[in-house]
């Protein structure tokens, strides 16, 4: 009876229908599967909208495609690296002119970063301690995030009007500051205009991040480091900071990229003609292919702009990654 029973529980543990691992096989490859397979409509969206247009581009910057290819591109004659080579000629008009917008958006988007990464900080680092109305505040500190980019900018425009805009009435007729109006949408107060706008609209982001950022630092640390009789800056210095610093390698990043790739400000402030002051590289490669229909040295510049993105993000991230990994081990 006994040897009985342990021939059938022997049959059956050999049996297909009773071992577990076949079964759980099928399972097991449909829940590694289904997180890939929800993410390919999301990849299929994502090449159709950035890698096709892309890789059409690349291809239309060794084309000599004018206005009058338009209808066909694809006829257009092969240039090869004529419109690289006339992109990155300073010594000619329109390298130097590229060469200038380069400069000009170098300077505006380190200005821009810097502040908003300061403003940023300084506010969220205020926003930790408690008070009546920190809510509000934190609301009202958003707002310039949340406005669509259009009503905001053209908010903007209206008070750097010459003669009746909010900026200079405040400057000259209350504080006078200034000895007559300025002229804040040409000339060189043009890139302060556009500076200011920038910086408006982009250090909430950064008061945003970094508040969160700072979600994660224990209160213990600075409960001791006061006891220890560190002040307000030592505890943001040895503390704050040092805490932050992943959280502010993908926000200067980050910035840096927005901010540099800005066309929306630029071109909703100035309109297609930018002022020499605030030509700024989006802009510019714009100007080159809508404007005098040149598309195959527009897309050159296009894509000689994604090589130093490219190269700027790549060089940014081994720098970073290679000062926190004494840290991290």
Same mark, same amino acid.
């Given at each position: !009876?006994?040897?009985?029973?342990?021939? *059938?529980?022997?049959?059956?543990?050999?049996? #297909?229908?009773?071992?577990?691992?076949?079964?759980?096989?099928?399972?097991?490859?449909?829940?590694? &599967?289904?997180?890939?397979?929800?993410?390919?409509?999301?990849?299929?969206?994502?090449?159709?909208?950035?890698?096709?247009?892309?890789?059409?581009?690349?291809?239309?910057?060794?084309?000599?495609?004018?206005?009058?290819?338009?209808?066909?591109?694809?006829?257009?004659?092969?240039?090869?690296?004529?419109?690289?080579? $006339?992109?990155?000629?300073?010594?000619? #008009?329109?390298?130097? /002119?590229?060469?200038?917008?380069?400069?000009?958006?170098?300077?505006?988007?380190?200005?821009?970063?810097?502040?908003?990464?300061?403003?940023?900080?300084?506010?969220?680092?205020?926003?930790?301690?408690?008070?009546?109305?920190?809510?509000?505040?934190?609301?009202?500190?958003?707002?310039?995030?949340?406005?669509?980019?259009?009503? /905001?900018?053209?908010?903007?425009?209206?008070?750097?009007?010459?003669?009746?805009?909010?900026?200079?009435?405040?400057?000259?007729?209350?504080?006078?500051?200034?000895?007559?109006? +300025?002229?804040?949408?040409?000339?060189?107060? =043009?890139?302060?205009?556009?500076?200011?706008? +920038?910086?408006?609209?982009?250090?909430?982001?950064?008061?945003?991040?970094? !508040? /969160?950022?700072?979600?994660?630092?224990?209160?213990?640390?600075?409960?001791?480091?006061?006891?220890? &009789?560190?002040?307000?800056?030592?505890?943001?210095?040895?503390?704050?900071?040092? +805490?932050?610093?992943?959280?502010? *390698?993908?926000?200067?990043?980050?910035?840096?990229?927005?901010?540099?790739?800005?066309?929306?400000?630029?071109?909703? $402030?100035?309109?297609?003609?930018?002022?020499?002051?605030?030509?700024?590289? =989006?802009?510019?490669?714009?100007?080159?292919?809508?404007?005098?229909?040149?598309?195959?040295?527009? +897309?050159? $510049? =296009?894509?000689?702009?994604?090589?130093?993105?490219?190269?700027?993000?790549?060089?940014?991230?081994?720098?970073? =990654?290679?000062?926190?990994?004494?840290?991290?081990?």
């Amino acid at each position: !009876m006994t040897t009985t029973v342990t021939e *059938q529980a022997t049959v059956r543990k050999k049996s #297909p229908g009773a071992a577990d691992g076949p079964r759980r096989r099928p399972g097991r490859i449909r829940r590694i &599967g289904l997180p890939y397979l929800l993410l390919l409509p999301a990849l299929i969206l994502e090449l159709l909208v950035h890698l096709v247009p892309m890789a059409v581009g690349i291809v239309m910057s060794f084309k000599e495609l004018t206005q009058f290819y338009i209808r066909d591109w694809g006829t257009a004659p092969w240039a090869g690296l004529d419109n690289y080579s $006339m992109s990155v000629d300073f010594d000619a #008009p329109v390298g130097e /002119a590229l060469l200038h917008s380069f400069l000009v958006t170098v300077a505006f988007t380190l200005l821009s970063v810097g502040l908003c990464w300061l403003i940023g900080t300084a506010a969220a680092i205020f926003m930790q301690d408690t008070f009546r109305g920190r809510g509000l505040l934190r609301a009202l500190f958003l707002v310039p995030y949340a406005l669509p980019v259009y009503a /905001a900018v053209i908010t903007w425009v209206f008070m750097f009007q010459h003669d009746n805009g909010l900026v200079n009435h405040v400057l000259h007729d209350q504080l006078h500051l200034t000895d007559k109006p +300025s002229f804040w949408l040409i000339g060189d107060n =043009s890139f302060y205009a556009l500076l200011t706008v +920038s910086v408006w609209k982009g250090w909430p982001f950064a008061f945003l991040i970094v !508040m /969160a950022g700072l979600q994660n630092i224990p209160r213990e640390l600075y409960e001791a480091a006061a006891l220890d &009789g560190a002040g307000v800056w030592q505890q943001i210095r040895r503390i704050t900071l040092p +805490s932050l610093s992943a959280v502010n *390698q993908v926000l200067v990043l980050v910035l840096f990229l927005w901010t540099f790739n800005d066309f929306n400000t630029p071109y909703v $402030m100035f309109g297609k003609a930018a002022p020499e002051a605030a030509d700024l590289v =989006s802009v510019h490669i714009y100007q080159a292919s809508f404007v005098t229909w040149n598309f195959g040295a527009g +897309s050159a $510049m =296009s894509v000689l702009l994604l090589l130093f993105l490219l190269i700027v993000t790549g060089v940014y991230l081994a720098v970073t =990654s290679r000062g926190r990994r004494p840290a991290d081990a």
